[in-house]
């Protein structure tokens, strides 16, 4: 029983990373047989399609990050320190998955499978959103009851921007001037919190400081 799950595991794992690297349409079935040391045949004694294929490369990453959040947002009775909490589990997440989300930012405006997909998958959490929803207006003022979708994405691709820059700065071909990509995370993530409650006014009250 044990060898058909690891084959598929290898076929998933060959799979996401040639669709992070070549894209979709570039990865073809044959290059990730071969990545993985199986024939053509086998990934579709796995998977009824390549589109399936890319589905398991996806979805169950974006299942354990909502369900992560969903289990962590009733433990917490502070707005201010939900925002960290929700902007800190998507920072590791997409750390720690990178290829599957380079896969999904890459694909998805572009790739009718890849939104079908998602579409999908935002139904069936439809509940588990809600509550999250929900527990946000009970712990503070949630006056913006429209577009707050738009703007959340905003705050997603400022995360996967800081994560890129982390890569970036691996790369000795890239050379930037100064300390341009000497981003504190610690400090990204105050600043996103209190842009995100406060606006670009900051928080009321308080003096903007420098921090080094």
């Not at 997603?156 to 504190?184: R, T, Y």
Request: aromatic residues 10%; hydrophobic residues 40%; charged residues 25%.
């Amino acid at each position: 029983m044990k060898q058909p799950i690891q084959t598929k595991e290898k076929i998933i794992t060959s799979a996401r990373k040639l669709f992070s690297e070549k894209g979709f349409k570039g990865a073809t079935t044959a290059a990730i047989a071969k990545s993985a040391g199986i024939s053509e045949g086998t990934i579709y004694r796995h998977f009824t399609s390549k589109e399936e294929l890319l589905a398991a490369c996806v979805i169950p990453v974006l299942e354990d990050l909502v369900e992560k959040m969903d289990i962590d947002f009733s433990k917490i009775q502070d707005l201010r320190k939900l925002v960290m909490t929700v902007l800190q589990i998507r920072l590791e997440s997409f750390e720690r998955h990178y290829e599957t989300f380079r896969i999904l930012f890459n694909e998805l405006p572009y790739s009718q499978e890849m939104l079908n997909g998602y579409l999908s998958f935002l139904a069936q959490q439809e509940s588990r959103l809600s509550r999250m929803t929900e527990h946000i207006q009970m712990l503070g003022n949630f006056s913006r009851s429209r577009n707050y979708m738009i703007f959340g994405l905003g705050q997603i691709m400022s995360l996967w921007l800081l994560v890129n820059f982390k890569e970036w700065q691996k790369d000795e071909k890239l050379a930037f001037s100064g300390g341009m990509l000497h981003i504190s995370e610690d400090h990204i993530l105050d600043d996103l919190a209190d842009y995100i409650l406060y606006g670009i006014s900051g928080v009321p009250g308080k003096e903007h400081e420098s921090r080094d």
